[in-house]
């Protein structure tokens, strides 16, 4: 049964000691803490600390990996202001031709018709143009030049003179190679803004062991945006909304989930962008579990009823973010909100680079709306 607090976004608070927030990962990536989550239906903790490497005794044969194949694109740039001075564009998603939506620093300074320079070599610059503010986001919509008009195009231009976008709580001074530590051995589909972080645990040697004991992995593509990682500002939860992002889910995948479920063994999303690619999926099937190619803005919180994942691999998230909302879907916000608690305790490393939980398909609660 739902709690009334539950649709309060000020329920899904807690302090994290700054300590606590992770500014590299943990090398080798397989060595993180994982915090697992078994049957706990009255919550109560019972769980289990362990490491990453122990997925490869904990999941069975069977089993069916989900993970995330995006790549964070260099989708910061810096750029010369039309009345002086210097600025930085956060490039978020395409739109038509030519146009990106972007958030832009300093955006006061950003109106329609002006125009922008993004320094490509000594003496040479491309100018852009200011279209329009986009209410939504606040963000702004910028005019590239026709050249750069296809996402492989614009991907090359932002590979030569971009920067990964890194969260605000990682200081990219304290640490360097961000550029590859910020990409999952998977990322080969370029259209994040930031990474889908629970697939960085997974190295290559914890992958062919998993291979090996017969766990299988599938791939889709779920481009992270400005609806994943922006904070929420309601208190009712009751009229959230997300930014939509593009996913994609192939057949190839829906086959493997398919089978996976037919012999007995359980789907386990790497992340939480995986389940909303997955569950937007069946919805759009109107019930079954079909190939899907667009945008998707699923809000998942506590009430959901998951129709295709059974467990989740997830990294320890911000506090009142969208992605502590489907966490709670999955276990209760109570019980969260204690595992979380007791992740402080031991030390647990948070975000990004942090370390991990994994919700097993026994301690998924299933929702009692009536």
């Not at 037919?262 to 190939?291: C, D, F, M, N, Q």
């Not at 909302?325 to 979380?340: A, E, W």
Request: hydrophobic share 40%.
């Amino acid at each position: 049964m739902l709690d009334q607090k539950d649709n309060f976004l000020s329920s899904y608070n807690y302090n994290l000691p700054n300590n606590l927030i992770a500014q590299s990962p943990t090398e080798p990536r397989h060595d993180a803490k994982l915090m697992i989550v078994n049957d706990g239906l009255k919550e109560n903790l019972n769980l289990k600390h362990a490491k990453i490497w122990d997925l490869k005794d904990i999941l069975n044969a069977g089993d069916l990996l989900i993970v995330n194949n995006t790549r964070v694109l260099k989708a910061r740039i810096k750029i010369r202001l039309s009345g002086g001075g210097l600025g930085e564009l956060l490039l978020m998603e395409p739109m038509k031709n030519g146009q990106w939506l972007c958030l832009g620093r300093p955006a006061r300074r950003m109106r329609s018709g002006d125009q922008l320079w993004m320094n490509t070599s000594p003496g040479n610059s491309l100018c852009l143009k200011v279209i329009d503010k986009d209410e939504s986001t606040g963000g702004r919509i910028i005019q590239f030049p026709e050249e750069f008009t296809s996402r492989n195009a614009m991907a090359s231009l932002l590979d030569l003179y971009g920067e990964v976008p890194l969260p605000p709580y990682i200081d990219k001074d304290k640490s360097s190679g961000h550029e590859e530590k910020y990409q999952t051995r998977f990322a080969s589909n370029p259209g994040a803004i930031a990474a889908p972080t629970a697939g960085l645990h997974l190295s290559d040697e914890l992958m062919k062991n998993l291979k090996i004991k017969g766990i299988k992995i599938a791939q889709i593509t779920l481009h992270v945006g400005i609806g994943t990682f922006r904070p929420l500002e309601r208190e009712d939860l009751s009229e959230l909304n997300l930014h939509s992002e593009w996913v994609e889910v192939k057949e190839k995948t829906i086959r493997a989930i398919l089978n996976c479920k037919e012999e007995g063994g359980k789907v386990i999303a790497v992340g939480t962008t995986s389940v909303r690619a997955l569950e937007a999926a069946y919805l759009s099937g109107k019930g079954k579990l079909r190939p899907f190619e667009g945008k998707v803005n699923l809000v998942i919180k506590p009430g959901f009823e998951f129709n295709v994942i059974d467990g989740l691999l997830t990294n320890f998230h911000l506090p009142k973010s969208s992605l502590l909302l489907l966490v709670s879907s999955l276990i209760g916000r109570k019980r969260m909100l204690k595992l979380y608690k007791n992740a402080i305790a031991n030390k647990y490393r948070f975000f990004s680079y942090g370390d991990a939980m994994l919700i097993t398909p026994e301690s998924v609660v299933r929702p009692q709306l009536g």
